[in-house]
Antibody, heavy 118, light 111 residues
């Protein structure tokens, strides 16, 4: 059974830092690019970041560029998102998702909630 | 503000047909990138509904169908059922952003 399990979401103050993790199982992790997608409360889906299968390339949405860093460890089937200089508008449910070669998200986690508030 | 535009809501009686549009631009749908659709029931993760513009994953009823033309795509639901009440999102790739883009989302209500 495929599983993506996110963790690390907490309440943090503006300007603070946080590291999210995603543990993958049930599929060949290093066959796929991995993404983070977020959803603010009551809002739509927003792409955040992606990392290629080998970790060789990373890309970010303009809203998080320079503040967030995506990384992966294929030996541990894990994906991370280091989030610095957090803002109130970063408050969201953060999903890790697996991108099929066809460009669609084939697997999703259940999300971890990040709340940025003073 | 989402790169791909969808109507905020659509509603119809059970058994009827609804369509949801997804309008993009020259760096995403208009550039030839595929459009994919997801269904999200509140409180759950999105579920893949249509991939590659027109294809249904195993287990998705054939009441759901997708199409694409120019800078737009559409999702149609025929024989609407109560269980189809959910939020629906389109998704594609945008070459100017080097990443995925999502639609603004459409809430489907079964009257």
């Amino acid at each position: 059974e495929v599983q993506l399990v996110e963790s690390g979401g907490v309440v943090v103050q503006p300007g603070g830092s946080l590291r999210l993790s995603c543990a993958a199982s049930g599929f060949t992790f290093d066959d796929y690019a991995m993404h983070w997608v977020r959803q603010a409360p009551g809002k739509g889906l927003e792409w955040v970041s992606l990392i290629t299968w080998d970790g060789g390339s990373t890309y970010y949405a303009d809203s998080v560029k320079g503040r967030f860093t995506i990384s992966r460890d294929n030996s541990k089937n894990s994906l991370d998102l280091q989030m610095n200089s957090l803002r109130v508008e970063d408050t969201a449910l953060y999903y890790c998702a697996c991108l099929d070669g066809g460009g669609f998200y084939i697997y999703w986690g259940q999300g971890t909630l990040v709340t940025v508030s003073s | 503000q989402s790169v791909l535009t969808q109507p905020p809501s659509v509603s119809e009686a059970p058994g009827q047909r609804v369509t949801i549009s997804c309008t993009g631009g020259s760096f995403n749908i208009g550039a030839g990138y595929d459009v994919h659709w997801y269904q999200q029931v509140p409180g759950t993760a999105p579920k893949l509904l249509i991939y590659g513009n027109i294809n249904r994953p195993s287990g998705v009823p054939d009441r759901f169908s997708g199409s694409k033309s120019g800078t737009s795509a559409s999702l149609a639901i025929t024989g609407l059922q109560a269980e189809d009440e959910a939020d629906y999102y389109c998704q594609s790739y945008d070459s100017s952003l080097s990443g995925s883009v999502f639609g603004s989302g459409t809430k489907v209500t079964v009257l």
